[in-house]
């Protein structure tokens, strides 16, 4: 794909929009988030199911809250840029909030009752609201007209890739360490308790791995994007002392 991308006259997807900083870091930043919040979001709806014995509608009805916290806080989050405050620290505040959000579910038992699960699915939607709209802002900086098309959908390609292949990678690991951790069996505990067990062991480990994508995709975010707020002002100094030569 890469060679043919390269060669073509009209390439689908021109590299270009790949070798720009910026774009490149909020690009791979915005799949590692989206790999681990549905990640999460899969697990979290089995372990209502199979852990909690909700009904599918009323597992249904228990993530409201997620989205809730989506909305809200992607509104607080474009009153924040509004203000002046740097698209770099609106996207790792919202990442931040994600990962705890995910540690926090990474915490539940098969007893826990929903109301200490709210908080864990409101950090989760929250820091995903937050993040979400600034990361694909800046996916989107400084694309030429020609390439608008393109670099729309390259974002979701790459949300929709970082979904697939974080749910693989979910998916993968959880089946690998059902399958070979140990738990020490309890001569009164039946065999179904012993199997929700070994599944919530599973779901722990899942959810600590979501963890490191969501922190993944924050060490991109300071790593490979800077404020422009701060380079714009130094633009202007040189332009001004440019002109003062003259």
Same mark, same amino acid.
């Not at 990640?39 to 979290?44: E, I, P, Q």
């Given at each position: 794909f890469i060679?043919?991308?390269?060669? &073509? /006259?009209?390439?689908?997807?021109?590299?270009?929009?790949?070798?720009?900083?910026v774009r490149g870091s909020a690009t791979a930043a915005r799949a590692l988030a989206y790999g681990g919040m549905y990640?999460?979001?899969?697990?979290?709806s089995q372990y209502f199911q199979d852990l909690q014995n909700y009904s599918p509608l009323r597992a249904g009805v228990a993530f409201l809250p997620w989205? &809730? /916290?989506?909305?809200?806080?992607?509104?607080?989050s474009s009153r924040l840029l509004g203000r002046g405050v740097s698209r770099r620290t609106v996207m790792g505040a919202g990442l931040l909030v994600e990962a705890v959000g995910l540690a926090w579910s990474a915490r539940v038992g098969a007893g826990t009752s929903y109301g200490l699960i709210v908080p864990a699915l409101v950090l989760i939607g929250a820091g995903l609201g937050t993040s979400v709209m600034t990361l694909t802002s800046a996916s989107l900086a400084g694309v030429e007209p020609?390439?608008?098309?393109a670099a729309s959908g390259l974002l979701n390609v790459s949300q929709q890739l970082g979904a697939a292949v974080g749910l693989a990678v979910f998916v993968t690991v959880f089946g690998f360490v059902s399958h070979h951790v140990t738990l020490r069996p309890l001569p009164a505990v039946a065999a179904d308790a012993h199997e929700r067990a070994l599944e919530l062991h599973g779901m722990h480990d899942v959810f600590g791995l979501g963890v490191g994508m969501v922190l993944a995709a924050l060490g991109v975010v300071l790593i490979g994007i800077r404020d422009r707020r701060r380079a714009e002002p130094v633009a202007e100094v040189e332009q001004l002392a440019g002109l003062e030569d003259e």
């Open positions: 060679v043919r991308e390269t060669r &073509a /006259a009209e390439p689908i997807l021109p590299l270009r929009l790949l070798t720009h900083p990640g999460a979001f899969f697990y979290l989205p &809730a /916290a989506v909305f809200l806080a992607s509104q607080a020609a390439d608008a098309g």
